[in-house]
């Protein structure tokens, strides 16, 4: 990995910098928009991925994770709880706490979601001309190079 520079970047590097920035966010807000048809909220949404992919967790746990205070996390969790997506169970070693895990239809929701954001992208892709297909395919072998820097 390369020292970062003290030098300014190029005005050509800030522009695609911001253009890359622009763009990738773009795309992440419209998978999940795609993927919350269902009514999830994207708070709700972000609760249940992380306990998809770190496990049972306590509300201090998620909101910590998240970025939030525990009181909007509360919110969130009892609203998903509501909804038969998470359940709650007492934590092993500190009565005062929960933990939430997904439920068989919290874990169908999930899928639900990734099944519509993948057909969205599908139909989207679909609609490009084989040069933009290409050139995409091209930007995300860069992409993921850096990524893995």
């Known amino acids: 990995m390369r020292a970062m520079s003290d030098a300014p970047p190029s005005p050509e590097i800030e522009l695609l910098v911001q253009d890359l920035l622009q763009s990738t966010g773009l795309l992440r807000r419209r998978l999940r928009a795609e993927a919350n048809r269902d009514s999830l909220s994207w708070s709700q949404s972000a609760a249940m ?36 997506l998470v359940a709650r169970a007492e934590h092993p070693s500190d009565g005062r706490q929960f933990l939430y ?19 969205w992208l599908g139909e989207a892709l679909a609609d490009l001309d084989r040069a933009e297909r290409d050139a995409l395919s ?12």
């Open 49 to 84: 991925g992380r306990i998809a992919r770190e496990g049972p967790a306590t509300t201090a746990d998620l909101a910590r994770a998240e970025g939030v205070k525990p009181q909007s996390m509360g919110a969130t969790l009892a609203a998903l709880e509501r909804d038969g």
């Open 101 to 119: 895990d997904l439920t068989e239809q919290g874990r169908a929701a999930r899928e639900r979601q990734r099944l519509l954001k993948q057909a």
């Open 138 to 149: 091209i930007a995300l072998g860069v992409i993921r190079r850096l990524g893995n820097r």
